[in-house]
């Protein structure tokens, strides 16, 4: 690969990441209202789809307004942070045979350290607000996104012992016969729960729990910095679909008579409908219950589930 | 667990199912004959005036929005020299509707009357007045009034009889 093809493929990335983000506003705004018996925003454009640009303009017309009694520097690099660590997982994920930013042979673990970083965003924003909701909001954050770390990464070591490589092309190759998730089925549900909790969507936007926290850790942000935030959220799901269709559903594998790159944006948009999905109907648990589920059944779970595969792994090589 | 299937299951089958929303300005909705909305001043069948203006209306108003003056012309039949609505205080109760003895003032199914400047609610005589009898066709007050207004002369009215000479006393 020449340099100006690897410039071409970051350029082209970056863009097409942004732009999902940014359409995700409509799409997820159309789909909610759809499952609830509404239509949502059609009027501008074909489609309503021009309520992105509008959405955009006016949060780039807000007042970008920093409280005097927060910490400035901290309260605006936050929202950076989130936008920042989400684009650097995206770097490793194999879009098509060669469409791919960086083939780490350690692909699978700087995802995992990529995505610990977003953590960052959240409990400095909310530390650097000097609010009472936005630092309650952030302990939130912290803990839960500590707490489903740790068993993401597990959930995903199954995979990692099938394959018997980090590199994400080598996990997508080792799917032809047979998907991860006729093998990994558990492992597959559970990094999916740790991804929403990741992402803090509904069910797990415990950090932001609008009906108790207000909004949480960005309580105090307006304008674009919001919007970072938001940009971030919907980053952050692309970003766990994608790994979950690279990981689990074959990545860019798929019958010949679509291209490889098509194969993978059919099974992520798939993926994107679900976590849309899971925010029109299910009601958010209680904080304790978010961690009492965490800790005592899924980390068993998925300890149990590495524990089986590790043995059947060695079982089948013998 | 299960529970969460099936909810989500529920959920993604009202992809399918018929949209609440009503997609307003192309999209009308349908009101009913006595929906209270904007406020008329009907006409008899034969183009007078139904008003009278004996103020009944703008005494039952809650609000104190309707204004009026009454006068009459030269064969004794009252109207109002000006009849004027605020109907940005209006509350659309309908008890001017109510209150009206001639069925002069009604309420009709109409509630696209946004404005820009707030002096634009202030309808006058003569955007209230329209050429219609409203809800009730063929009623004419002063045909069953005992009065003459120029309309029909003494005792000639419907189910009226003539006026007795108190003077004869022939039976």
Known sequence: ?318 | MLTHLRTMWLVFLHLFHKKATIQYPEEKIRLAPRWRGRIVLTKDPDGGERCVGCYLCAAACPVDCIALQATEDEKGRRYPEFFRINFSRCIFCGYCEEACPTYAIQLIPDFEMGEYARENLVFEKEDLLIDSEGKYPGYNYYKVAGLDAGVKAKGEGEKEDPPVDIHSLLP
Request: glycine share 10%; net charge neutral; hydrophobic share 60%.
């Open chain 1, 1 to 318: 690969m020449t340099i100006m093809q690897h410039i071409w493929i970051v350029l082209g990335v970056l863009f097409v990441l942004l732009n999902v983000a940014a359409g995700l506003i409509w799409v997820e705004r159309r789909l909610l209202a759809l499952w609830q018996d509404r239509l949502g925003p059609n009027r501008a454009g074909p489609l309503g789809i021009l309520i992105v640009l509008a959405d955009t303009l006016k949060l780039f017309f807000k007042e970008d307004w920093i409280p005097p009694f927060a910490d400035k520097w901290v309260f605006i690099t936050a929202p950076a942070i989130v936008v920042g660590s989400v684009l650097m997982s995206f770097v490793i994920i194999p879009f098509a045979p060669s469409v791919v930013v960086a083939d780490l042979n350690v692909g699978l673990l700087f995802f995992l350290a990529m995505s610990s970083l977003g953590v960052y965003s959240i409990v400095l924003g909310g530390w650097a607000s000097n609010n009472k909701y936005a630092l309650l909001g952030a302990l939130r954050g912290a803990s839960q996104m500590i707490a489903y770390e740790v068993f993401m990464g597990l959930s995903l070591m199954g995979v990692v012992m099938l394959t018997g490589s980090f590199n994400m092309g080598a996990i997508v190759a080792a799917q032809k016969d047979r998907w991860f998730i006729v093998t990994q089925p558990l492992g597959f549900i559970i990094f999916f729960i740790a991804g929403i909790a990741e992402t803090h969507r509904l069910p797990f936007d415990i950090p932001e729990a609008e009906s108790e926290l207000i909004a949480g850790y960005h309580a105090e942000y307006s304008g674009m910095k919001f919007g970072m935030f938001f940009i971030g959220e919907y980053l952050g799901i692309t970003l766990i679909s994608a790994m979950t269709v690279t990981l689990f559903f074959g990545g860019w594998l798929g019958p010949a008579f679509l291209p490889p790159l098509v194969w993978f944006i059919v099974k992520t948009v798939a993926f994107i409908g679900l976590f849309i999905l899971l925010r029109a109907s299910l009601p958010r648990p209680r904080y304790d219950q978010l961690m009492e589920y965490g800790w005592k059944v899924l980390l068993p779970l998925v300890l149990a589930n590495l524990l089986i595969t590790g043995a059947i792994a060695l079982w089948i090589r013998k």
